[in-house]
């Protein structure tokens, strides 16, 4: 039998495929089974284990929320998404489980923490869409709001010029309309 706070973990990382979740759980964000074992490799932190119900011990490493952003920056410069798991409410005030929501996912190209960017270079997320052989592309820098477009041969130019940190493609037959 698992806990009810193992049944909320497994159902935020269920709707976060892909991506390290950091639980907040008091003044702790916690990672547990591969996330966990993942994390203490690259951030080279303690890997322990938590129980998380009757004869279940699941990996976990764990960081003190006051320096998430800096560890998030590791992760995200080498490559891996991470989504941010809050507590949203005290637990002081809450009978049973605290609610908890992912407030936000941070990726190479929305990463707005001092520690992951550098002042020289800008920090762009692109988005290229092709239709009926035509190609158009929106750069996007979420630190500065600046948003620039390109359609045409003008796409494939400013892509190669950009060098965007994070590039969304189409996935084949999903079809964005029109």
């Known amino acids: 039998m698992t806990t009810p706070i ?8 269920r709707r976060h495929p892909g991506a390290i979740l950091f639980f907040r759980l008091g003044d702790f964000y916690e990672t547990f089974d591969d ?7 690259e951030l080279d932190i303690v890997l322990t ?4 119900g009757k004869g279940i011990r699941v990996p976990l490493a764990g960081v003190p929320y006051h320096s998430i952003d800096g ?8 490559g891996h998404r991470v989504a941010i798991c809050e ?3 005290d637990p002081a005030s809450v009978k049973g489980i605290v609610p908890r929501e992912v407030v936000r996912t941070v990726t190479a190209g929305t990463v707005t923490s001092e520690a992951a960017l550098s002042a020289e270079t800008p920090n762009e997320l692109a988005a290229l869409v092709e239709r009926g052989g035509e190609r158009g ?3 996007a820098d979420v630190t500065t709001g600046e948003v ?3 359609a045409g041969e003008a796409a494939t130019a400013e892509l190669a010029r950009a060098a965007p940190a994070e590039l969304l493609v ?5 079809g964005l309309g029109g």
């Open 49 to 52: 284990s938590k129980p998380m």
């Open 148 to 150: 620039r477009v390109a």
């Open 35 to 41: 996330d966990a074992e993942l994390v203490a490799r």
């Open 170 to 174: 189409e996935e084949a037959g999903a």
């Open 87 to 89: 507590q949203m409410a």
């Open 71 to 78: 560890h998030v920056a590791k992760l995200v410069k080498r």
């Open 137 to 139: 592309l929106a750069l």
């Open 6 to 13: 193992r049944k909320q973990y497994l159902e935020l990382k």
